[in-house]
């Protein structure tokens, strides 16, 4: 019996999308990334030249930088034009989050204000983590409920809890994922598959919560493989 088997686009297919996705956004980026890849393959290739004195070797090594370069610049900015689409969008927390490699669990509007403020949660090597997005003055008490509900199955797990924003004691969108990508390990996988066992009963306690109005946005997960060819 056949088996069905779904295929992956491919790499050429991925970038094609990514690029599509990118450039609706950042209008620019097709003469930025062109200026960079003559630019960086002309510099290379001439140095190269001018220090072996061969110009076959010079020009493959000048096209081989030129592209890595080109693509490290097309990455960065595709996900700066993906972080300006989603700032002030309700769950933009949990779409950045998203792009956390394995071993995070991300949750996302946990909990939600009808302003829509909303509190992400990621489960990881460091334990809890409640990402609050909004107005701080509203976060504050629906996060101070938040610690505590979980508080209630968490055992020995820390929580903890952070606020996404570009206000005094709060972390930029742009360097969310990195810092709770950093933060200390407090947990291994066995305690991490045990709690998140245990917020299955904080979760069905809540009932069923409507979901706040306005766009909420998708995961970057997407984005990243393209870009690295998923």
Do not use: C
């Amino acid at each position: 019996m056949a088996r069905n088997k779904t295929k992956k686009p491919k790499r050429s297919s991925q970038l094609r999308q990514a690029y599509r996705a990118t450039k609706r956004l950042d209008p620019k980026l097709g003469l930025i990334l062109l200026a960079t890849f003559v630019g960086v393959a002309a510099v290379v290739g001439v140095l190269i030249w001018l220090l072996l004195d061969t110009i076959v070797f010079a020009a493959i090594i000048g096209l081989l930088f030129g592209s890595l370069i080109t693509l490290i610049v097309f990455g960065r900015r595709a996900q700066a034009a993906n972080f300006r689409e989603l700032d002030g969008k309700p769950g933009a927390a949990a779409a950045v989050l998203g792009m956390l490699r394995r071993g995070w669990k991300v949750e996302p509007m946990v909990a939600f204000t009808k302003q829509q403020d909303v509190i992400t949660r990621v489960v990881g090597p460091p334990g809890i983590v409640l990402v609050g997005d909004g107005n701080m003055n509203r976060l504050k008490p629906l996060m101070a409920s938040e610690k505590r509900r979980h508080a209630q199955v968490a055992s020995e797990a820390p929580i903890h809890e952070i606020y996404m924003g570009d206000g005094e004691g709060q972390i930029p969108m742009r360097k969310l994922m990195r810092r709770v990508a950093k933060m200390k390990r407090a947990i291994k996988p066995a305690e991490m598959t045990d709690i998140l066992q245990r917020l299955k009963a904080v979760d069905a306690r809540r009932g069923m919560m409507p979901i706040p109005k306005g766009p909420v946005p998708t995961s970057m997960k997407g984005q990243r493989g393209n870009l690295r060819g998923r």
